[in-house]
């Protein structure tokens, strides 16, 4: 089986995993949506069940989250706790654990190997480290109550990209969550930052995508038995594979390579847009971006293989401009491009990804800037750029 782990957010995404993700070794699916999917599903791919309890985060913002999740969350028992400030701070440690093993018994329901604790996002300060270490022992005692035989993932979603940028905000954070693992008996951690974006190409990236090494190198050293989730992104979930810090690289199906918190009005959104191979990136499509492969093809000597590749995007294009092609054709690219880093030795993976993204940085060279929409990741180069200086 593929390490990759593909989350599957309702029935488009479960058609696209179908078609181009069965050999995963695990699919994540929320609890929110699952009873949309589960009479599709037809695979024997294992289960991780996410009980979306990062969507608080909204209500805690002082925000609404999406109508649909706050009507799910609302037939569990106790579950305007996480919901105010206040009830964060001091919670109350047995209406935890009833909203908690209520969420938990729903998850059980539908047999899954894996289940995400209930946990709230990271943010600045401490003042939600007594509620997280409160819910990952409720998460505990539910598990011993009821003799699931499954595994407990810890996640990590970080909220702000100041909180991966040096090892003294990190580290505190990283220290409660080693605690909130221990109390879960958790043997898996899920570690994404939702605001990277890493194909937007900006100025910041090189240093944040070291940051981000370097925060991955000291969570391994804390938590050195537990396997790590780490994404989705577009190619930094595969930079931490490949360089051995994280077991499983989690990926989107076609469309967004970012997560999103629960109940976020942005997960129903977005641009039509098609993949790049030979620059291992994607762009908005468009006139724009037609015009622009006219211009890119006339750089390029034709018996190089990234003309016969822009050439044949060419040719297709009228038909990839619809969303269900586009998202297509972008997933299957993404497992075409993981399946070429992940057929060769783990020893060598952080040189193949190298080479494959240098290759793309050389093409990217040669080209045209990208249309407007792309800014500020106009130069071709940029994405593969960025990543491939963190392979090594």
Same mark, same amino acid.
């Given at each position: 089986?593929?390490?990759?782990?593909?989350?599957?957010?309702?029935?488009?995404?479960?058609?696209?995993?179908?078609?181009?993700?069965?050999?995963?070794?695990?699919?994540?699916?929320?609890?929110? /949506?699952?009873?949309?999917?589960?009479?599709?599903?037809?695979?024997?791919?294992?289960?991780?069940?996410?009980?979306?309890?990062?969507?608080?985060?909204?209500?805690?913002?002082?925000?609404?989250?999406?109508?649909?999740?706050?009507?799910?969350?609302?037939?569990?028992?106790?579950?305007?706790?996480?919901?105010?400030?206040?009830?964060?701070?001091?919670?109350?440690?047995?209406?935890?654990?009833?909203?908690?093993?209520?969420?938990?018994?729903?998850?059980?329901?539908?047999?899954?190997?894996?289940?995400?604790?209930?946990?709230?996002?990271?943010?600045?300060?401490?003042?939600?480290?007594?509620?997280?270490?409160?819910?990952?022992?409720?998460?505990?005692?539910?598990?011993?109550?009821?003799?699931?035989?499954?595994?407990?993932?810890?996640?990590?979603?970080?909220?702000?990209?100041?909180?991966?940028?040096?090892?003294?905000?990190?580290?505190?954070?990283?220290?409660?969550?080693?605690?909130?693992?221990?109390?879960?008996?958790?043997?898996?951690?899920?570690?994404?930052?939702?605001?990277?974006?890493?194909?937007?190409?900006?100025?910041?990236?090189?240093?944040?995508?070291?940051?981000?090494?370097?925060?991955?190198?000291?969570?391994?050293?804390?938590?050195?038995?537990?396997?790590?989730?780490?994404?989705?992104?577009?190619?930094?979930?595969?930079?931490?594979?490949?360089?051995?810090?994280?077991?499983?690289?989690?990926?989107?199906?076609?469309?967004?390579?970012?997560?999103?918190?629960?109940?976020?009005?942005?997960?129903?959104?977005?641009?039509?847009?098609?993949?790049?191979?030979?620059?291992?990136?994607?762009?908005?499509?468009?006139?724009?971006?037609?015009?622009?492969?006219?211009?890119?093809?006339?750089?390029?000597?034709?018996?190089?293989?990234?003309?016969?590749?822009?050439?044949?995007? /060419?040719?297709?294009?009228?038909?990839?401009?619809?969303?269900?092609?586009?998202?297509?054709?972008?997933?299957?690219?993404?497992?075409?491009?993981?399946?070429?880093?992940?057929?060769?030795?783990?020893?060598?993976?952080?040189?193949?990804?190298?080479?494959?993204?240098?290759?793309?940085?050389?093409?990217?060279?040669?080209?045209?800037?990208?249309?407007?929409?792309?800014?500020?990741?106009?130069?071709?180069?940029?994405?593969?750029?960025?990543?491939?200086?963190?392979?090594?």
């Amino acid at each position: 089986m593929a390490d990759h782990i593909p989350f599957v957010n309702g029935i488009t995404d479960y058609e696209t995993f179908r078609a181009h993700y069965h050999d995963s070794c695990m699919v994540r699916m929320p609890l929110e /949506k699952i009873n949309r999917i589960r009479g599709q599903r037809r695979e024997n791919t294992p289960l991780w069940i996410d009980p979306g309890i990062d969507g608080y985060e909204y209500y805690l913002r002082g925000r609404e989250p999406w109508a649909p999740w706050s009507n799910y969350i609302a037939d569990f028992k106790e579950n305007m706790l996480l919901a105010t400030a206040d009830s964060v701070k001091n919670p109350d440690k047995e209406k935890l654990k009833l909203f908690v093993g209520n969420v938990l018994d729903k998850c059980n329901e539908f047999s899954p190997k894996w289940i995400t604790v209930p946990q709230l996002p990271i943010t600045e300060g401490n003042s939600r480290n007594r509620v997280n270490r409160a819910l990952a022992r409720a998460a505990y005692e539910w598990k011993a109550a009821n003799s699931f035989s499954g595994e407990f993932v810890l996640p990590l979603i970080f909220t702000h990209p100041g909180q991966v940028r040096i090892k003294t905000n990190w580290m505190p954070k990283l220290q409660v969550a080693r605690k909130c693992c221990t109390d879960a008996q958790a043997s898996l951690v899920w570690v994404v930052d939702s605001n990277l974006y890493d194909q937007d190409g900006s100025g910041t990236f090189p240093k944040r995508f070291a940051a981000l090494v370097s925060f991955h190198e000291d969570l391994r050293r804390l938590f050195p038995k537990e396997r790590v989730i780490a994404g989705p992104y577009w190619g930094m979930n595969l930079v931490l594979w490949a360089r051995s810090l994280c077991e499983y690289p989690a990926v989107s199906l076609g469309t967004g390579y970012q997560y999103r918190l629960s109940g976020d009005f942005g997960a129903i959104r977005g641009k039509i847009r098609i993949a790049l191979p030979p620059l291992r990136r994607w762009a908005v499509a468009g006139v724009e971006l037609r015009s622009w492969l006219d211009a890119a093809l006339k750089c390029l000597n034709p018996k190089f293989e990234g003309h016969g590749k822009l050439a044949t995007l /060419k040719k297709d294009f009228g038909a990839l401009v619809t969303k269900d092609r586009s998202r297509d054709q972008i997933a299957k690219f993404y497992k075409m491009w993981f399946d070429k880093i992940e057929q060769t030795d783990e020893k060598v993976r952080p040189h193949i990804l190298y080479e494959d993204l240098s290759l793309a940085y050389v093409l990217g060279k040669q080209l045209p800037p990208l249309p407007k929409s792309e800014a500020p990741g106009r130069d071709p180069s940029i994405v593969a750029q960025q990543l491939m200086l963190n392979c090594l």
